[in-house]
């Protein structure tokens, strides 16, 4: 399965397929490993000039997701695959850091704010955090809200949009 899920968001990033994907997938299958630090990391090293925005329920859970993502680009092997990245600036927090090409990563939770970032891929990882989340009607309509007003009008021309998502609710 994960061979299956990484040979489909790589040919969404590449453009081999529509760059607007949703993956969904039953929990703990490591669709957030795969979606939300792997092809940040992967999507970077080959652009490291590219803007990464990602986006889960939790900015905690983002932020926890693009550390993860910023230590796979300090190591060796990292540099030997991908030799023209680099991660840059000794103030690389968290929620943001960039790249030694004037890339960025950016983690925010849904409904955070993205103004004056930018998206050449946009990742939104499990909006909704459980079941409950998902029946209610404010919490979807606050999540649908946020996706079109902020996340989709901070895409570049050709941007790649991907959710990846446990379905909980029919209208999720």
């Known amino acids: 399965a994960h061979r299956f899920i990484a040979r489909v968001l790589q040919d969404a990033v590449e453009g081999k397929r529509r760059r607007r994907l949703i993956l969904t997938t039953p929990p703990r299958l490591g669709k957030s490993r795969l979606a939300s630090v792997e092809l940040p990391t992967w999507f ?5 000039s590219k803007h990464v925005v990602l986006a889960s329920y939790s900015a905690n859970l983002s932020k926890e997701r693009s550390v993860e993502a910023r230590h796979r680009t300090l190591e060796p092997i990292y540099h030997r695959i991908f030799p023209g990245m680099r991660s840059r600036g000794i103030k690389a ?4 850091w960039g790249t030694n090409k004037w890339g960025s990563f950016k983690a925010v939770g849904v409904g955070g704010s993205l103004t004056g970032r930018g998206a050449d891929l946009l990742i939104v990882d499990d909006p909704f955090s459980n079941y409950e989340e998902a029946h209610s009607q404010t919490i979807r ?8 007003s902020v996340a989709m009008t901070r895409l570049s021309p050709d941007a790649t949009v991907i959710i990846i998502m446990t379905r909980w609710h029919v209208d999720d």
């Open 44 to 48: 970077l090293g080959h652009n490291p």
């Open 93 to 96: 927090s968290s929620e943001f």
């Open 141 to 148: 309509d606050n999540v649908w809200n946020w996706f079109l």
